[in-house]
């Protein structure tokens, strides 16, 4: 059975599945990128089992650790995955929609790309039908016959408010928007570092966002016109987006917006869609990234503490032309700066997400280094520059 996660999980409908979990001899839940724990996670083994596509904090609620076990999947995947001829076919799906708007159709509203194909593909899908989901356009506004079951439930959409900035990102966002022309397609993730840079694009004009989710801080670019989706090919003045994560602001902003359109995935990351964007720009994170330009955004160590997701993706799309960049950007430490984030090489147990042959743009609060076309020594010394200056000199050493 699969879930809809990110910011529209239907947690009424789990609640109710667990207290029917009598009724299972066995029942395997495949969940994505997940906020907050499922209450079936508290009888994992007897009888639930647990597939994630994405590792994080909220599975640690899991009684059981035998239980759960990690596919890993990029999101591009996801169709051709759990589709019926896939090659990991979902028998039944629960997942969230809006109430009925323009014709009677329903949205899936903050999540489509992730959820429309289990929709199109699994023999049962079950909706929760929430008057609290906003409604979007686009490829998830979908008539109620394609679900076999709609369900009335009112609970508060998961939100996910933006996080202060500090000197750092906002020393990240500077730097990184010094990358970005003027024109070009945006792709973001979550957090405070995507937040500063798109908050540092305030005076660029002209950029496009297509790709993996629409954030709050897309509300102010908009207003400012800095993001008009002018030059874009694909959907021209559109928002162009699989998920939407963010606060109750944001969501009351998405609803019946004339400038959103959700998208499958095969158009929010499918590499074809995206290459043809003008100066396509992916902003991405890591967890560390070793000198040779390979990256690490999924273990820390052995511990996997999130999934591959769109990241592949993007950065694989953002190598398909001279003028897109992919642009990693974190800060240089972590632990409150007991760790440096850029290492010598990535240690044998660590998770390899984006190999060193697509290494382009590292940006950290001490600048950018430029990978793309460097052989190793100078992509060593140009990561080295932009560590932090108490791990310089070992990252320089021979």
Partial sequence: M???AACSTPFRLL??????????????????????????????????????LHASDALRAISDPRALDILPCRYSDYGRLFSAGGAYPCDAALVQVSTPGPGGRVSLGVSTGSTLPVVFGAPLVIAQMNPQMPYTFGAGELPRSAF????????????????PLDDVSRAIGKHAAGEIPDGATLQFGIGAVPDAILQAL????????HGGMIGDACIELVERGALTGARKPFAPGFLVAGEVIGSRRLYDWVHRNPLVQMAPPEISHGAAALAACPDFVAINSAV???LDGAANAESVGAELVSGPGGQPDFVIAASLAASHRSILAFPSTAAR????????????????????WLADRVVTEYGVARLRGLPLRARAEALARIAHPNFRAALESD
């Fill in 148 to 163: 076999d079951f709609l369900v009335e439930a009112d609970e508060p959409i998961l939100e996910v408010d933006p996080l």
């Fill in 202 to 209: 305030r005076d660029h004009r002209e950029l496009g966002l």
């Fill in 337 to 356: 700066g007991r760790v440096s984030r850029i290492v010598r090489s990535l240690a044998a147990e660590a998770t390899t997400t984006v190999p060193s």
């Fill in 15 to 52: 609640e109710q599945l667990d207290a029917l979990r009598d009724h299972f001899t066995s029942l395997e839940l495949v969940v994505g990128h997940l906020r907050r724990p499922l209450a079936p996670f508290a009888h994992a083994g007897a009888p639930f089992r647990i597939t994630s």
């Fill in 2 to 4: 699969f879930i809809s």
């Fill in 288 to 290: 560390e990234v070793a």
